[in-house]
């Protein structure tokens, strides 16, 4: 009886229904057809439950996302209230409703750079997508079409569309996929802890990845460039902090070669890096922001690309030639997402949850790095605000990193869900992203949980 699998004996269970119904994402598809899925039943707070009563904290707020905890009462409300009065509207042929003006005067109000106006969209992707076609209409509209490639990091994330997932620069987004599309160039990721040569400074690794990019720029003809994308922190690349003094020298790059730069807040919109955007924490200057997830803290899907005067001055010009700005998308602005988003910033700032965030930065840094920096296996803790990254390796001197064929970072964040813990492993990083809402002794129990998970895959190394 011991191989019979429990959906065998329970063909209508919820999990056998998932198998035989379901596509999952970054998922081994033929694994999910033995293992099944985990499902998720409810939420309150930092913590879910799955379908047999177990609670987990929830370390990675989802996908990244729910960063004002589940069951919050006023996103809710804002939610119901605007379904009842206008569940639908467009903002085709110049139609536009109160909950999209708001959301968008908010934006503009508090974007860490001069904004000039909002386009919105449903999801992250879509945002990227969006930001890299208003990218090249800017270019043809100053009458230089020949600028048409994109810059973007290696190992960065900026989305799953054609557009999007040609941005990132991850293997298994364009793997068999045929992609990355003609013009989407990647560089080094600023990662030094992997990236830097053995006895290379912080100062000399920054210097060689900032003359790469100057390479690239010249070898392809400025010319032919029309947008750097760039996170803040790399966060699905494994919680990357660029060093101090990239950033700068790669804006100096850009303005050089006058090369627009587009910020992905994705991740690090509202508060999650202890200032409201990652802009801010980071020092840049962009062109273009696209900010999604926290948006509406995910109880809504809905993404904004903020726009400064440059860009939006030309997609005026453009627009004239045409007598129409081209793109639409049916649930652009979506009165409910534009409620609720509009919403969750209003909570952010009632609450505090920019100063809660800068609090709680060191009980939740320093305190991984208390419990966890004695773990033979961590080499390096890193983040900003409630975002980090816990770097395993194989040993810390000399520098070896484990083979990943061993997958040592999944087998600790599999511990870690039997410690009733969720995190992500990406590859050997165990990445850290819980809902600002979060309170010290929860901070303190996700760091137990996820020390006891990692001494245990290390004790049987
Ligand atoms: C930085 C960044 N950009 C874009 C995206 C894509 O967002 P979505 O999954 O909403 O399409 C993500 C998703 O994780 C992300 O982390």
Same mark, same amino acid.
């Given at each position: 009886?011991?191989?019979?699998?429990?959906?065998?004996?329970?063909? %209508?269970?919820?999990?056998?229904?998932?198998?035989?119904?379901? &596509? *999952?994402?970054?998922?081994?598809?033929?694994?999910?057809?033995?293992?099944?899925?985990?499902?998720?039943?409810?939420?309150?707070?930092?913590?879910?439950?799955?379908?047999?009563?177990?609670?987990?904290?929830?370390?990675?707020? !989802?996908?990244?996302?729910?960063?004002?905890?589940?069951?919050?009462?006023?996103?809710?409300?804002?939610?119901?209230?605007?379904?009842?009065?206008?569940?639908?509207? =467009?903002?085709?042929? !110049?139609?536009? *409703? /109160?909950?999209?003006?708001?959301?968008?005067?908010?934006?503009?109000?508090?974007?860490?750079?001069?904004?000039?106006?909002?386009?919105?969209?449903?999801?992250?992707?879509?945002?990227?997508?969006?930001?890299?076609?208003?990218?090249?209409?800017?270019? %043809?509209?100053?009458?230089?079409?020949?600028?048409?490639?994109?810059?973007? *990091?290696?190992?960065?994330?900026?989305? %799953?569309?054609?557009?999007?997932?040609?941005?990132?620069?991850?293997?298994?987004? =364009?793997? /068999?996929?045929?992609?990355?599309?003609?013009?989407?160039?990647?560089?080094?990721?600023?990662?030094?802890?992997? !990236?830097?040569?053995?006895?290379?400074?912080?100062?000399?690794?920054?210097?060689?990845?900032? =003359?790469?990019?100057?390479?690239? $720029?010249? +070898?392809?003809?400025?010319?032919?460039?029309?947008?750097?994308?760039?996170?803040?922190?790399?966060?699905?690349?494994?919680?990357?902090?660029?060093?101090?003094?990239?950033?700068?020298?790669?804006?100096?790059?850009?303005?050089?070669?006058?090369?627009?730069?587009?910020?992905?807040?994705?991740?690090?919109?509202? !508060?999650?890096?202890?200032?409201?955007?990652? #802009?801010?924490?980071?020092?840049?200057?962009?062109?273009?922001?696209?900010?999604?997830?926290?948006?509406?803290?995910?109880?809504?899907?809905?993404?904004?690309?903020?726009?400064?005067?440059?860009?939006?001055?030309?997609?005026?010009? /453009?627009?004239?030639?045409?007598?129409?700005?081209?793109?639409?998308?049916?649930?652009?602005? =979506?009165?409910?997402?534009?409620?609720?988003?509009? @919403?969750?910033? +209003?909570?952010?700032?009632?609450?505090? $949850?920019? @100063?809660?965030? +800068?609090?709680?930065?060191?009980?939740?840094?320093?305190?991984?790095?208390?419990?966890?920096?004695?773990?033979?296996?961590?080499? @390096?803790?890193?983040?900003?605000?409630?975002?980090?990254?816990? /770097?395993?390796?194989?040993?810390?001197?000399?520098?070896?990193?484990?083979?990943?064929?061993?997958?040592?970072?999944?087998?600790?964040?599999?511990?870690?869900?039997?410690?009733?813990?969720?995190?992500?492993?990406?590859?050997?990083?165990?990445?850290?992203?819980?809902?600002?809402?979060?309170?010290?002794?929860?901070?303190?129990?996700?760091?137990?949980?996820?020390? $006891?998970?990692?001494?245990? &895959?290390?004790? #049987?190394?």
């Amino acid at each position: 009886m011991t191989d019979i699998r429990a959906d065998e004996l329970r063909p %209508n269970s919820l999990e056998a229904r998932d198998k035989a119904s379901v &596509v *999952h994402g970054l998922t081994n598809l033929r694994r999910h057809l033995d293992v099944g899925p985990k499902i998720i039943d409810s939420g309150k707070g930092v913590w879910v439950r799955d379908l047999e009563g177990n609670e987990f904290i929830e370390g990675m707020s !989802g996908l990244w996302c729910i960063s004002l905890g589940y069951g919050e009462r006023r996103l809710i409300e804002a939610c119901r209230k605007q379904m009842e009065k206008l569940a639908y509207y =467009h903002l085709t042929n !110049g139609r536009s *409703h /109160q909950p999209v003006i708001e959301l968008a005067e908010k934006l503009i109000e508090i974007a860490p750079v001069p904004i000039s106006h909002v386009w919105f969209a449903n999801s992250g992707s879509e945002a990227a997508d969006c930001a890299a076609r208003l990218c090249w209409y800017y270019w %043809n509209a100053a009458g230089k079409p020949e600028r048409r490639k994109f810059i973007a *990091h290696r190992k960065a994330y900026h989305g %799953n569309t054609i557009a999007s997932a040609s941005l990132s620069g991850v293997d298994y987004a =364009h793997d /068999q996929f045929n992609l990355p599309l003609d013009g989407f160039l990647h560089v080094g990721c600023p990662d030094f802890f992997s !990236g830097a040569e053995t006895g290379e400074s912080e100062a000399a690794f920054t210097a060689r990845l900032l =003359h790469d990019v100057e390479a690239l $720029i010249l +070898r392809e003809g400025p010319e032919t460039i029309a947008a750097f994308f760039t996170e803040p922190i790399m966060s699905a690349g494994g919680v990357i902090v660029p060093p101090e003094g990239y950033f700068a020298g790669l804006q100096a790059l850009l303005r050089k070669y006058d090369i627009l730069l587009v910020v992905d807040e994705v991740v690090t919109a509202f !508060g999650r890096t202890g200032e409201m955007f990652g #802009t801010t924490t980071m020092g840049l200057e962009p062109d273009l922001i696209v900010c999604a997830k926290g948006l509406s803290s995910a109880y809504f899907p809905i993404s904004a690309v903020m726009i400064n005067d440059r860009v939006f001055d030309a997609m005026l010009a /453009q627009s004239d030639k045409l007598a129409l700005f081209g793109l639409t998308m049916t649930y652009s602005g =979506h009165p409910v997402g534009s409620a609720v988003a509009r @919403e969750a910033i +209003r909570i952010y700032e009632d609450d505090g $949850i920019v @100063e809660r965030v +800068r609090r709680l930065e060191a009980p939740f840094l320093d305190g991984l790095r208390r419990r966890l920096g004695g773990i033979d296996i961590v080499g @390096e803790i890193r983040g900003r605000g409630l975002l980090a990254g816990v /770097q395993l390796v194989e040993s810390r001197e000399p520098r070896r990193f484990f083979a990943p064929e061993r997958r040592i970072g999944p087998a600790c964040a599999a511990e870690a869900e039997r410690n009733g813990l969720f995190v992500r492993a990406i590859g050997d990083t165990i990445a850290l992203c819980p809902p600002l809402v979060i309170d010290e002794a929860e901070i303190g129990m996700l760091i137990e949980r996820l020390a $006891i998970s990692i001494e245990s &895959v290390a004790g #049987t190394l």
